[in-house]
């Protein structure tokens, strides 16, 4: 676990403590994790800490590499993510006026500030909501199965223009059916 205590940054004699690390990724993570990620295969973390009265902040830049489900078939993808994340940590409960701000402020609980998990939280959510195979994106390839299928939302919208609502073809059908047994219309047609 990568963590630092929030009074030895706030105290220290330094302006910023850096934070370099490769990170190693528990059961815990892939539990939370299950639906989103197969697999971290590499993670890096660079940061600087520093206290900013009344916050530690951190500024952080990941890089990672992971296998995760495609969003289609669920087939594993490879995903090479790099964000940047910014955490204001606070040894008391943020004030109104603290919250204000805007800023993302996490209180601690204890002296801790636990670099790991913020790492696998934003790793978390900076996966995209579409994640694609190769062949799912070059080819178009979506999952079928008995009696359904997905398909585009092209497909669909020139499915549904082809095809008739069957109100109006209840309709068509009544008014074919009156103007067949109407005498004038035959006059009309036989004219």
Known sequence: ML??????????????TTVSADL??????YDRAKELVYEVKSAHVEGQVFYDEPFVTG????????????SRSLHPVDLKQKFSFVENYSDHEPTQEEKELGLLIIPLTDDKIDIQ???????LLNIPTTVLTEEEKDEGVYPEGKDWE?????SFASRKKDQVNPAFA??????DKLNAEDPE???QKNK
């Open 3 to 16: 963590e630092l205590s929030f009074y030895q940054v706030k105290n220290s004699r330094e302006p910023m």
């Open 24 to 29: 190693t990724f528990d059961q815990d993570f």
């Open 59 to 70: 500024n952080f830049q990941v890089e990672t590499e992971l296998s995760v489900p495609s």
């Open 117 to 123: 998990r913020a790492v696998e939280d934003n790793i």
């Open 150 to 154: 997905v398909v585009s939302e092209q």
């Open 170 to 175: 209840q309709l068509q059908g009544l008014l």
């Open 185 to 187: 219309n035959q006059d």
